[in-house]
């Protein structure tokens, strides 16, 4: 009997933590053949979206890793419907490019009305969600994603659950000693956001080097990293 084909597979990326620990399963996992990464990028400000990471380095991070980048253009402090578009339309991208494709890899790992939201945008467009690191216990993960060789660095705190300070941390050992018990390690409900900068997932690392600190919306505390 011959062996199924690989499903190939778009991966929605962040460049952060949880997006690289789902790329990196999904490496070792001979049933899936990962096309490219999907990234939404705000216009103007040229950043990951939320996450505030320079294209630049999104770009470096896509050529360490081996990967084609597909973005999903987004304005800043767009409404829902206009992320949803643009989502749609790097998906459409995508499918078009790699000769045919309905399978996108999400790092989420215990949210469900984010799951929720997902399946059904999805849906609607005849797409099917994966999850490979869904339910796992983030604290382990956290230990693990460390233990494991990734590296990387807090870009972004949400200062009404993380004091400010933490902006700009490398994501380590010490790090995670030092989290309040209420945060989640694996920032999964938002507070904190980070860009990876090595890892086993990818083919040399992307040394960077903090810049500038900037605190937006009153709540959001920035550290602006550059390529070292």
Known sequence: MLASAPTPVLVAWSGGKDSSLALARLQRDP????????????TGYDRI????????????????????????PLAAGAPNAAYEEAWAGALAEGASRFGGMNHIVYGDLFLEEVRAYRNAQLGALGWTPVYPI?????????????KDGFRAVLTCVDTTQLDAKFAGREFDDAFLDELPPAVDPCGERGEFHTYVWDGPHMRHPVPVVAGERVLRDGR???CDFLAK
């Open 220 to 222: 959001f505390q920035y």
């Open 134 to 146: 869904w339910g796992e216990h983030t604290a382990a993960l956290a230990r693990a994603f460390v």
């Open 31 to 42: 049933a899936y053949r990962i096309c490219a990464l999907v990234t939404a990028v705000t």
């Open 49 to 72: 979206s939320i996450h505030g990471v320079r294209r630049d380095l999104l770009e470096r991070q896509a050529t360490a890793i081996g990967l084609p980048l597909i973005i999903a």
